[in-house]
């Protein structure tokens, strides 16, 4: 197993990602435990040291699933980090209490302590609740540390750079590792490079999740898989993924949410020894990579900001409507809900303005109304927050 050092740790470059636990084969969606305890046998046995969980996983029946496996061995050989939903707070559904959830997730996991605890999933629109003195939220983890309840705290973050900035300008100086959504594709589709660059300067060691994009990096149509085979006999498409992650940006720690054992043997081979990619490799990555960012070739330089009307983040918007043509998720919604009314593609009024200032050429008001009727197909975040916590509160 490879290893990485984290102020006086030596820290498992692999993390096991408990948001997508294996389920049992009857449909309930009920965690199946026992794949679940073969599973962290497994990386244990390889020394995999770091496992993540969150209050949302798994409708929360994730904390006591994997607090019940890794309780199974001695306390000081595994790292567990848990997070406190604060992006849950601005959909005006019951406002969770850092007391309150903190408390239950101890119990849940059945630990006296985390070692590793986040804010999660600071973003533009959560700000609103993390960043607000009144609502005392760092403040009381900031305490929970002190006691030595939680021993490192740090955050999670599907901001745009922008935002991401702000936050670390703020509050950087009291968290210890930052999170982000990080792989090859979203190197650019969602300016991860920038965000490594912000916390690189912060100072701040990043943590990765989705390394393999929920598993659209693990296959790929045969023609390129037989590239790939022709030049690592040995690797699956997914090891690719964390091959570029060693080769570009060197995180610290590289999450992975392992549904079966399969995948799990899959990735302790690939983390039992470091071989980066060369460069005829990463061209291969490059070009999947391109074929997956989208077809408006925005380069974000803004000039057509600054006579739009409505005071739209025009470049923000184009960025999630390439994204929207790669995929629909749960955080584009979400990010795109953190727009704010007035502010969104449907908000455009087709001036043209910005098409005269392109420097691309982009038909702007077209990809608006293009992505304005797109986007109307899925669940706003307001409903998806409403559903989850729904299921929740019925689990």
């Known amino acids: 197993m490879l290893y990485k050092q984290f102020q006086n740790l030596q820290l498992s470059e692999l993390g ?11 449909g309930s969606g009920t965690i199946d435990q026992a794949e679940l305890d073969r599973m962290v046998d497994a990386a244990m046995e ?24 890794l309780a199974r061995y001695p306390r000081e050989t595994w790292h567990l980090a848990d997070k406190f939903p604060g992006h849950q707070n601005v959909h005006g559904v019951k406002e969770l209490q ?11 996991c059945g630990v ?30 900031l305490e929970q540390k002190a006691k030595g309840r939680i021993r490192h705290l740090g955050f999670s973050c599907h ?45 701040l060691p990043i943590w990765v999740m989705e390394p393999v994009r929920g598993g659209k990096l693990a296959s790929f149509a045969e023609e390129t898989e037989a590239e790939m085979h022709a030049l690592r006999p040995d690797e699956s498409c997914a090891a690719w993924a964390f091959r570029w992650l060693q080769s570009v940006p060197k995180p610290t720690m590289v999450l992975s949410g392992m549904s ?3 995948q799990m043997e899959d990735n302790l081979k690939t983390f039992s020894a470091e071989k980066p990619l060369n460069a005829a490799e990463l061209a291969v990555l490059e070009k999947i ?63 043209g303005q910005c098409r005269e200032a392109c420097p691309q050429k982009i038909d702007v008001p077209a990809e608006m109304a293009k992505f304005a009727e797109a986007i109307s197909t ?18």
């Open 260 to 262: 079966n054992l399969q």
């Open 289 to 351: 990579a391109a074929d997956m960012q989208g077809k408006i070739p925005c380069t974000g330089c803004r000039y057509c900001c600054a006579g739009c009307p409505v005071g739209l983040n025009i470049p923000m918007i184009l960025s999630m409507a390439n994204e929207l043509q790669v995929s629909s998720s749960m955080n584009l919604m979400m990010r795109y809900s953190a727009l704010g009314d007035g502010k969104r593609a449907a908000d455009c009024i087709a001036c």
């Open 112 to 141: 006296e302590y985390f070692d590793f605890y986040l804010l999660h999933n600071v973003n533009e629109q959560s700000m609103a609740y993390y960043c607000n003195p009144e609502k005392h939220c760092l403040d009381y983890f």
């Open 159 to 203: 901001a745009g750079p922008e935002a991401l900035q702000e936050f670390v300008d703020g509050y950087g100086k009291d968290l210890e590792f930052c999170q982000i959504q990080l792989n090859y594709v979203d190197w650019k589709l969602q300016n991860a490079q920038k965000k490594v660059e912000i916390l690189r300067k912060a100072g």
């Open 46 to 69: 390889a020394g995999v040291n770091y496992y993540d969980t969150a209050h949302p996983y798994h409708d929360g029946k994730s904390e006591g699933a994997i607090g019940r496996s």
């Open 16 to 26: 096991f990602g408990a948001m997508r636990l294996p389920l049992l084969p009857d």
């Open 378 to 395: 899925q669940k706003t975040w307001e409903e998806i927050c409403r559903e989850r916590a729904a299921a929740a509160a019925k689990a």
């Open 98 to 108: 850092p007391a309150e959830v903190f408390e239950e997730q101890l119990q849940r």
